[in-house]
């Protein structure tokens, strides 16, 4: 008889490498529908108890040397704006009375270089420059600690990619600049970056089944190593229904401890991600009052580009949502459509939907200041003038 003399670590390694592919086949083989077939965990028992919304507005002073072309965020019991043009970060407090200036653009070694998004954090302040890739962070001090180009890790040939685009690996991707709130803190060493995709066989342009199946929507970057180290998450299912909806083809989210929200533009459902895992846990959400829903469809490049300004103007969706921890309340700002003269602003508290209130088309909740919740509105400002709003709620009960 044979004796058979097992090689136990070379067994060992295949059967783990052979898991590896499997498991690696079936994240893969994951669409978009399976992905986000989970539970509706939103209750009732809080439903619309606001009613009403009151706005002051604040008048920044216009003396400050500001393109007045930027961003409001509020960080503790600050007002923040990050100068676009000027590259200057500015601070003001919950009067809208002027504290400081701090950075601004150019080559130096405390100075930044173009960028479309700032971040305000307990660790310091982080600008991304979307086109190019670049991330700078300061410190608390204002000093400049990092700055480097994002590595995607990319480590096919161009025509690798264009022949063959892989929804797991990077280098379909781009990072989805454009749209506000692109940039996010996933944990102290971590940040969050929503993804898009423009490649001919993989794109939400057209022949889109791919790209909305599978196509993920955040990378994860390492800020110490500059590499980012995973892609997650989905785009919704709703995409399906449509095909060719590119000029909605964005999401809005915000990290919560081991949590993600995640709100597309055209999907009601607000779902949540588990960090840990990347993979949908539950959802929640109700549709917006009177939102134009017939989106068009488009074919090419050209034809969606045409459109974008008319189709965002003209059909309603969902522009962003807003976490105030301390409250545990969640906004999400969207837009009606062609004719509606406001926009509206749901508001969620531990997923059920206590107020959906008309207000002043463009605004949109950045955060709380003692019992005040702060509001910029971009369409709004002008070049000689900033603006920021305080506002409340009224409650039934």
């Excluded at 390694?13 to 590896?20: A, G, K, V």
């Excluded at 999400?332 to 969620?348: C, N």
Aim: charged share 25%; glycine share 8%.
């Amino acid at each position: 008889m044979k004796q058979i003399i097992y090689n136990t670590s070379k067994n060992i390694f295949i059967i783990t490498f052979l898991l590896l592919i499997i498991s690696c086949s079936k994240e893969g083989d994951i669409d978009s529908t399976t992905f986000y077939d989970v539970a509706h965990i939103e209750t009732t028992e809080q439903t619309k108890v606001i009613s009403k919304i009151e706005i002051d507005t604040i008048l920044i002073q216009s003396d400050i040397e500001s393109s007045f072309v930027g961003d409001f965020s509020v960080f503790n019991d600050t007002l923040y704006f990050s100068d676009h043009f000027f590259g200057y970060l500015f601070r003001f407090n919950k009067e809208g009375d002027f504290i400081d200036k701090n950075i601004g653009k150019g080559n130096g070694p405390n100075e930044v270089r173009a960028f479309n998004y700032s971040i305000v954090s307990a660790d310091g302040y982080y600008f991304l420059d979307g086109g190019s890739s670049n991330l700078c962070f300061f410190n608390k001090n204002f000093k400049k600690e990092k700055d480097f180009r994002v590595n995607w890790e990319n480590k096919r040939s161009k025509q690798e990619v264009l022949a063959n685009p892989v929804p797991t690996l990077g280098d379909s991707y781009e990072f989805a600049f454009g749209y506000p709130g692109i940039f996010k803190p996933w944990d102290k060493n971590h940040m969050a970056i929503a993804i898009t995709a423009a490649h001919p066989k993989f794109n939400g342009y057209f022949d889109t089944d791919l790209y909305y199946n599978h196509s993920r929507i955040l990378a994860i970057l390492n800020i110490d190593s500059g590499k980012i180290e995973k892609y997650i998450g989905r785009r919704s299912p709703e995409y399906l229904n449509y095909k060719n909806v590119p000029n909605f083809d964005h999401f809005s989210f915000e990290i919560i401890d081991k949590q993600v929200f995640v709100s597309s533009m055209i999907d009601p459902n607000i779902y949540i991600l588990e960090k840990k895992t990347g993979n949908a846990i539950g959802k929640f959400g109700q549709q917006g009052r009177d939102m134009k829903t017939d989106y068009p469809t488009t074919s090419t490049y050209k034809q969606a580009e045409d459109k974008w300004k008319e189709d965002q103007e003209n059909f309603g969706h969902y522009r962003y949502i807003k976490y105030i921890t301390n409250k545990k309340l969640l906004f999400r700002g969207y837009r009606k459509g062609k004719g509606a003269m406001t926009d509206g602003l749901q508001i969620y508290k531990e997923n059920a939907l206590i107020g959906d209130v008309a207000i002043p088309k463009g605004l949109e909740i950045i955060g709380m200041i003692g019992n005040d919740f702060y509001a910029e509105n971009k369409e709004m400002n002008n070049d000689d003038a900033l603006k920021i709003y305080k506002i409340n709620f009224t409650y039934d009960k």
